[in-house]
């Protein structure tokens, strides 16, 4: 089965591909005239408006996701923005390392919202996935994209960017969102 991700972003697409792997459901880009506004107030309205217009542009099962990383210490900063929070990712990075210079309290969750539409834009399930853990100090790791190497994961002393892809999938804000996900389409499909 084929389902629409609501992305333009390759590294979010391979990530799904390779959580839901053996599901015998592929994810798929949702092709040209993609070009979602984001200015929903939450992460659920975000994903929403995403999987709409994928659903516009390609009639099709579309799965959208929002996701960001909130640190406690910014009031839930960058949050909506994480994607638009500063120029380049390192950029981002050194944003929030200098953001949190001199702070104690460096807790931070990443959390993540999908939507699933049918062909129609109806809504048939929605799912939230999220990741504690705290900003560290100096970034680390070169796996994953994004925010990775400055989030350590809760009950470890890793960043998600010394973490395998594996171990990543199976903690992540993303792979648990889209693990519920997974879990509602298999009942869907008997």
């Known amino acids: 089965m084929k389902i629409v991700f609501a992305t333009g972003n390759l590294n979010k697409l391979k990530e799904i591909n ?5 599901s015998g459901i592929e994810f798929i880009l949702p092709g040209d005239g993609f ?3 984001e200015d929903g107030k939450t992460f659920e309205e975000n994903s929403y408006k995403k999987a709409k217009e994928a659903n516009r542009v390609s009639k099709m099962m579309s799965l ?8 406690e210490a910014l009031n839930g900063a960058p949050g909506l923005f994480s994607a638009r929070y500063a120029g380049t990712q390192q950029e981002k990075i050194d944003k929030i390392l200098n953001e949190l ?9 990443f959390v993540c919202v999908m939507t699933l539409l049918d062909e129609n834009g109806e809504i048939l399930h ?3 996935g999220e990741c504690h853990g705290e900003i560290a100090q100096k970034q680390s790791g070169t796996n994953g994209f994004g925010y990775d190497p400055v989030f350590i994961v809760e009950n470890t002393n890793r960043t998600m960017a010394e973490m ?3 171990e990543k999938n199976n903690i ?3 792979g648990r969102a889209l693990t519920d996900m997974l879990s509602f389409l298999r009942s869907m499909l008997g």
């Open 18 to 22: 390779e959580i839901s792997k053996g």
């Open 35 to 37: 070009n979602p506004v």
């Open 64 to 71: 959208a996701d929002d996701s960001g990383l909130c640190v």
């Open 101 to 109: 210079e001199g702070s104690t309290n460096r807790k931070a969750k």
């Open 126 to 128: 929605v799912s939230k």
């Open 164 to 166: 395998s892809e594996d």
């Open 172 to 174: 992540s804000h993303r």
